[in-house]
């Protein structure tokens, strides 16, 4: 049944995963014993378990293809069963409001620390759904993305330190900021796409944290700025306690209104203006679209949304540093959006859901959670490259009766 | 004497060192139907560039002036999508439809430039957005159905045929209300049927009161269709005349078939 081409190629792997984990999985170095233990029992499993994991890898493979080869035939049932719930309407609202009514009673059924779990993760939906209309729908990659956060944290922080402006003023304010450096960063960068644009958001999100480490008498560098109030409710007191909890349902809100938001967005003339940018901006323009309006749009819609997170982020923790917006947070970003599904709303929910509580409940593996989490990643990418939900568009539908008024 | 809708006068195209269009001239009337032939590499398709605004020419001057509003614009280094709002709309040699968008979502992207619903709009959704949308989905459907492509109208674009895609490039130009339609090789790739059906939807389009400046290298299909033809080579303009006028224009034979036709 299976090749010996097959087994051979396996072996390799096996091999190549053993050489590769052996510094971190066989050598144990004890420095206060001056000892170096060499633990080859390690690189057995290794070598064994990646040879097992690969046979099994490639099995699926040649199952899903050979599936794939039948569905050809039957062209409508190839759409996944997600995607078809997703179409209908009669399914999508019951689910959605189940949905918001588990998000509702969270905090009752489970922990405070359960809750601030949810919240971080929360807020992560959310600035995934923002990077989403600027990669997902628009098509420009964004790696600056934790640019506009950072710009939102510190317009709370700094606002609030030298004015005492309280959370609910600023909020707004500082979704405002991120959108207008939303609009700075996109002038440069109209005339790119692809790799160069890439690179030049990369350079802006390290430019705005370098400046937000070095310029002390403006950030405060490196130390960072402490003591930022958390939110206030009609100026009651709260205890800790009280304080996540509403912080958690400020979220929930904020996500609610997001959902909303970019949901009309998508669809309308402004959503479809977008999707037509992303396949042939040459075109777009040739049909009369203002290229410059329409990405300049994208870029401080998709910053307003960092920024407004950027707020409750300053406001949760109390403390904001440069540390919390290096480039690894845009790049967790963008892979909530790639994983999840570009352009897809439903996909980028799930995708921040288990990228940001995946390493939470992963601590029972402690040390190697993050090794189980990249391998996660790379097993998503190769196994489902649209993302865990690919994109359910409900393009415009004509419909009959529209026909019929039109014609008489 | 009718006014010229569209006046090019010395347009100049330079690539670096070399001359792509060497001072052309060319006009358009209300109501014609204009052929701009040529050999391959003659410069026509950067002339159309031009005149849409995705090249900036080197020199020379285009004007366009709108036959019911009178007003003249010179187009010289205009944004192309300026340029189409202006009234002038374009399709292209090598298809550039939006492929995974349906056909009615591509027509409804050449009803942008006519609509005005912004972020604001978009997120309430007021009366005013809802009864736009809603007229951009009638006008796009009636468009659909003067293409011929009603039937297709939720597929999506990349799974159309060949001359289908076409017809839908000239449906989204339609769109934009042009009263200018410059076609860019309309005819290429397809077969007797789907050419002769063309023919009858450029007369039909015409009619109605869109001018028409098509690149062709069909002659059959340019020689029927046009009251008048340009005929460029190497970047210059060679021969304008009615059809009978460039057919027995000894430049244009010689442009077409080489130098000695007699060896």
New interface residues.
């Given amino acids: 049944m299976f090749p010996v081409k097959e087994l051979k190629r396996s072996l390799l792997i096996s091999v190549w995963f053993a050489f590769l984990t052996f510094p971190i999985m066989v050598i144990k170095v004890d420095p206060i014993e001056r000892i170096v233990s060499y633990r080859w029992h390690n690189m057995f499993f290794i070598a064994f378990g990646s040879f097992v994991i690969s046979i099994l890898a490639k099995v699926y493979m040649v199952r899903s293809e050979r599936r794939a080869g039948r569905k050809k035939v039957k062209k409508d049932i190839a759409e996944p069963f997600i995607q078809r719930i997703l179409r209908e309407p009669r399914f999508l609202y019951p689910l959605s409001i189940a949905a918001l009514v588990f998000a509702i009673a969270f905090p009752s059924v489970f922990s405070t620390y359960q809750t601030n779990i949810m919240t971080t993760a929360l807020m992560y939906v959310v600035l995934g759904l923002g990077l989403n209309i600027v990669v997902g729908v628009a098509g420009l990659l964004d790696l600056g993305y934790v640019a506009f956060y950072a710009v939102g944290a510190y317009s709370y922080a700094l606002l609030n330190l030298h004015f005492n402006l309280g959370f609910w003023t600023v909020l707004p304010i500082g979704g405002m900021l991120a959108a207008f450096f939303g609009v700075l960063l996109g002038f440069p960068v109209l005339r790119l796409r692809g790799d160069y644009l890439a690179i030049v958001t990369l350079g802006f999100g390290e430019i705005i944290r370098l400046i937000l480490e070095n310029w002390n008498d403006f950030s405060h560098g490196p130390s960072g700025i402490a003591n930022i109030p958390r939110p206030g409710l009609f100026g009651m007191e709260m205890s800790f306690d009280a304080g996540i909890i509403y912080m958690y349902y400020v979220i929930v809100a904020l996500v609610v209104f997001t959902i909303f ?1 970019v949901n ?2 998508q669809n ?6 977008w ?2 940018l992303r ?2 901006e ?10 410059t309006k329409t990405k300049l ?1 994208a870029f401080s ?1 998709g910053a307003f949304w960092a920024g407004l997170v950027g707020v409750i982020f300053a406001a949760k923790t109390t403390f904001v540093n440069p540390a919390s917006f290096t480039f690894l947070e845009s790049a967790i970003i963008l892979s909530i959006v790639v994983l999840g599904g570009m352009g897809s709303i439903v996909g980028v929910i799930f995708g921040a859901l288990i990228l940001i509580l995946m390493p939470e409940y992963l601590r029972a593996l402690s040390e190697y959670r993050m090794l189980a989490f990249g391998g996660i990643l790379v097993v998503m990418m190769v196994f489902k490259p649209d993302g865990i939900i690919s994109n359910v568009r409900r ?4 419909k009959k009766h ?2 019929t008024r ?1 014609a008489e | 004497m009718k006014k010229k809708i569209l006046d090019v006068q010395g347009l100049s195209k330079n690539f670096g060192g070399i001359k792509a269009i060497d001072s052309v001239d060319l006009d358009i009337l209300p109501g014609e139907i204009v052929a701009l032939i040529g050999p391959n590499g003659a410069g026509k398709t950067t002339f159309f560039n031009c005149l ?3 090249y900036a020419p080197t020199g020379g001057d285009i004007v366009l002036h709108h036959p019911e509003t009178g007003v003249r614009t010179r187009l010289n280094g205009m ?3 300026k340029i ?2 202006k009234g002038m ?2 399709t ?1 040699q090598n298809i ?7 056909v ?2 591509n027509v ?3 009803r ?4 005005k ?3 604001l ?3 309430f ?1 007021n009366p005013a ?1 809802r009864r ?3 007229e ?3 006008v796009s ?2 468009i659909l159905k003067k293409v011929g492509l009603h039937k297709l ?2 597929e999506e674009a990349r799974n159309l045929s060949y001359g289908a895609q076409r017809r839908l490039e000239i449906g ?2 339609l ?2 209300e042009p009263f200018l339609l410059l076609l860019d090789e309309p005819a290429a790739g397809m077969n007797p049927n789907e050419t002769e059906a063309l023919v009858a939807l450029i007369r039909k389009i015409c009619r109605e009161g869109h001018s028409i400046l098509l690149i062709e290298h069909d002659m059959k299909l340019v020689m029927s269709l046009s009251d008048r033809i340009f005929v460029m080579d190497y970047g210059k303009k060679i021969a304008e005349g009615t059809p009978e006028e460039v057919r027995s224009n000894p430049a244009v034979i010689k442009a077409y078939l080489g130098e000695d036709v007699d060896a």
């Fill in positions: 938001v009309r967005l309308s003339r402004l959503g479809r203006a999707l037509a396949e042939d040459i075109a777009c323009q040739a049909m009369g679209i203002d290229k749009i819609l393009s415009y539908q004509f529209i026909s039109g | 849409t605004g995705i944004k192309p999508n189409t709002e709309a374009r292209f550039r439809l939006f492929p995974t968008m349906s009615l979502e409804m992207i050449g942008h430039c006519r609509t619903a912004f972020v709009g978009a997120i959704r957005t736009e949308e809603k951009i989905i009638e459907y009636d109208v939720n989204r130009a769109a934009t």
